[in-house]
């Protein structure tokens, strides 16, 4: 959770906005930008994932001591 909320959600964004910029420019084929689209969504979904295994370990606990 660290990770995405000081470096991730940057590189992210970064990563969307430089594969768009260069597919516009003929930079890069369309498979090069779907697979940096791919990286920069799996950082999101990574993040996603852990955050409700986070959440879901809380309600548990919570769960277990009430």
Do not use: C, P
């Not at 991730?8 to 969307?16: Q, R």
């Not at 260069?22 to 084929?29: K, L, Y």
Request: no cysteine; net charge negative; charged share 15%.
């Amino acid at each position: 959770l660290n990770y995405y909320e000081s470096t991730g959600k940057k590189l992210s964004k970064e990563t969307l906005f430089h594969a768009v910029q260069a597919f516009q420019n003929g930079e890069i084929n369309f498979l090069q930008y779907t697979q940096l689209l791919d990286n920069a969504k799996s950082i999101e979904v990574n993040y996603l994932s852990t955050l409700f295994q986070y959440n879901m370990t809380v309600i548990e606990a919570n769960y277990l001591m009430n």
